[in-house]
Structures are given as structure tokens and as C-alpha cells.
Nanobody, 122 residues
Framework: QVHLVESGGGLVQAGGSLRLSCAAS????????MGWFRQAPGKERDSVAA????????FYADSVKGQFTISRDNAKNTMYLQMNSLKPEDTAVYFC???????????????WGQGTQVTVSQ
């Protein structure tokens, strides 16, 4: 099973940008579709974006369309989430996940990272 580790989170002012990374080990990243999800305190885990095996197809939650960009570099076994124009409501723990079904729904994903905190201040 693939092991995933997120990085790149932190504290940023509203309007700023962050790029999250999700590094995979143990298996080849190109074997999986990948997704980003987030969970704010007291809320359920929400979908953010998903990307197919090659990076050709991407899907976004309506709340982040035009603001976030998902990408992957299979040669580096790493997936990314570029987040621009960040808002306080983007504050959450961000998780990457691997699966076999290209979907924005979290349930089909079966390998998850531990998450990285993103905090956006006013």
C-alpha cells in the first residue's frame, strides 16, 4: 500500500498563496488516482480536487474552482495543490489520498496521509 505524506501547510494572510505537496512512497504514484480533501474544525471532510493517473483530467469542488490547481509529477512520485487567493474559510487540515476511482467523493479513496494544517488569517 502506498504511504502518503503531506507538506507545505502553514499560516498565511488572506489573499496569499500556498503550495501543498503529497509525497508517495512504497508504491508508484502513477498506479493511483489522487485527491485532496480538507476538514475544518467541527466539520465533515470535504472534497477539494481530484486528478487522474496521468494528470490529464482534473476535477474541483465548486468552492475552489479557479482558485486551486491540482497537479502531479509521477516521475517525482509527488502530487501538488497550488492554492491562490486564500480566504479565512479555506482554513482546514488538508489531506491527500490515493485510490482507484476518479471521484471527488472521499469514500472510495483507501490510502490517506496524516494531513497538513492550513490557516488563513484575516
Amino acid at each position: 500500500q502506498v504511504h502518503l505524506v503531506e507538506s507545505g501547510g502553514g499560516l498565511v494572510q488572506a489573499g496569499g498563496s500556498l503550495r501543498l505537496s503529497c509525497a508517495a512512497s512504497g508504491r508508484t504514484l502513477s498506479d493511483y488516482v489522487m485527491g485532496w480533501f480538507r476538514q475544518a474544525p467541527g466539520k465533515e471532510r470535504d472534497s477539494v480536487a481530484a486528478i487522474d493517473w496521468s494528470g490529464t483530467r482534473t476535477f474541483y469542488a465548486d468552492s475552489v474552482k479557479g482558485q486551486f490547481t491540482i497537479s502531479r509529477d509521477n516521475a517525482k512520485n509527488t502530487m501538488y495543490l497550488q492554492m491562490n487567493s486564500l480566504k479565512p474559510e479555506d482554513t482546514a487540515v488538508y489531506f491527500c489520498a490515493a485510490g482507484s476511482t476518479l471521484t471527488l467523493q472521499p469514500k472510495p479513496y483507501y490510502s490517506w496521509g496524516q494531513g497538513t494544517q492550513v490557516t488563513v488569517s484575516q
